[in-house]
């Protein structure tokens, strides 16, 4: 895999030299937390492909549909302890040879595929409208079409008491099932809900918010065929993935998305040529930064000051225009506010600006 640059040479540092296998076990995996002393389950070059295994916390909705042997292992071998403190199996972490502060990694995701074909949505405690639906807590679960790329829902259940432990378990052929959405299909859209680098910290910061790092961003546009770019804050990056989702809305409003495990293949590409302050997403024809905060309205503005740093700094326009051009030309939305830390996605499209080579070749920033 080779892609050229603004000046039409090619780039060896996007060929793919090696692929790696990372399965999801008790041994690879971080459950909850980010940590810069996680002893790294794989090391891989700049370029390296790697297959891993991202299974999700909510297996233990349906697990006769959602868990299989590997799976079980890891919910049985990882202690509730250790699951803090968030609630994301996170596979990795991966160490990137030659990363540094200050560097981008460039995530290339190239394919999702779920690990089985059902997948869950909860309405939980900390969704949006808890309180309104009267401290109620409801499982659905999704039957997943792959030669459709559809979801339908099979069946629904009141969740038992208040879902508080991660890898929680139920077991609903002794529920009460109740059928949902009867003739509703929805779109199929596997994406991370979860990914990013550790931060520079020395204790665990918990997957749940969202951050500089990556982290909890619920962005249901990192599926594939994104690129997504993260600031590098500890030597080796230390890139972990999970919270594998197979749909979301935006705002993720009930708490959870289509909760499902994936085998993901992606590439890593170390990049020390540019810089940029918060994770940023590159689609097939948008730029999308991101903007995090408790108070949704700073992330709006902390969305608004990034997309201004890419529109000043990496497209060359003025402040003056780049605050004209967000205004008439970029899309804001609630990326989810069920996370703590809110998020605030904006979208340009690519396109409008003049051919300079950002726009011939879409993996140059500058």
Same mark, same amino acid.
């Given at each position: ?77 990882? =202690? $509730?302890? #250790? &699951?803090? !403190?968030?609630?994301?199996?996170? %596979?990795? *972490? ?7 502060? @200050? ?69 609903? =052929? $002794?529920? #009460? &099932?109740? !059928?949902?959405?009867?003739?509703? %299909?929805? *779109? ?7 990914? @990013? ?73 170390? &990049? ?95």
């Amino acid at each position: 895999m080779l892609m050229t640059s603004a000046t039409g040479e090619k780039r060896s540092d996007t060929e793919a030299r090696a692929l790696h296998l990372l399965k999801a076990t008790p041994e690879t995996i971080h459950w909850g937390y980010f940590h810069p002393e996680v002893k790294p389950a794989l090391r891989v070059n700049s370029g390296d492909l790697v297959m891993a295994e991202a299974i999700t916390h909510h297996a233990g909705d349906a697990p006769e549909l959602m868990m299989d042997p590997a799976i079980h292992r890891i919910y049985a071998e990882v =202690p $509730e302890a #250790d &699951r803090n !403190p968030g609630v994301h199996i996170m %596979t990795g *972490p991966i160490y990137v040879e030659g990363a540094e502060p @200050g560097d981008m990694l460039e995530v290339r995701y190239l394919r999702m595929v779920p690990r089985n074909n059902h997948g869950s949505n909860l309405a939980a405690n900390w969704g949006h409208l808890y309180e309104e639906f009267g401290k109620k807590e409801r499982v659905t679960i999704y039957a997943l079409n792959p030669n459709t790329n559809t979801a339908t829902a099979e069946y629904a259940y009141d969740f038992p008491g208040t879902y508080l432990t991660p890898g929680t378990i139920t077991h609903c =052929p $002794e529920c #009460d &099932r109740m !059928p949902a959405l009867e003739g509703i %299909t929805v *779109p199929a859209r596997p994406h991370l809900g979860t990914a @990013g680098v550790a931060p520079a910290v020395n204790e665990r910061v918990s997957t749940i918010p969202p951050g500089l790092h990556g982290g909890n961003i619920d962005n249901w546009r990192i599926g594939a065929g994104a690129t997504m770019y993260y600031p590098v804050q500890v030597k080796g990056g230390l890139f972990s993935i999970g919270d594998p989702h197979v749909s979301q809305g935006d705002g993720e409003i009930s708490g959870t998305a289509i909760e499902a495990s994936l085998d993901v293949l992606f590439q890593i590409v170390l &990049r020390k040529d540019f810089s940029f302050p918060s994770p940023l997403l590159e689609t097939a024809d948008t730029w999308i930064v991101h903007g995090f905060h408790e108070d949704l309205n700073q992330a709006m503005k902390n969305a608004s000051l990034d997309m201004l740093t890419l529109l000043t700094e990496h497209q060359r326009l003025s402040r003056d225009d780049a605050y004209s051009l967000m205004s008439v030309a970029a899309d804001f939305g609630v990326t989810q506010v069920v996370d703590g830390t809110r998020g605030i996605h904006v979208r340009i499209d690519r396109g409008i600006f003049p051919s300079r080579g950002v726009v011939k070749d879409p993996r140059r920033l500058e």
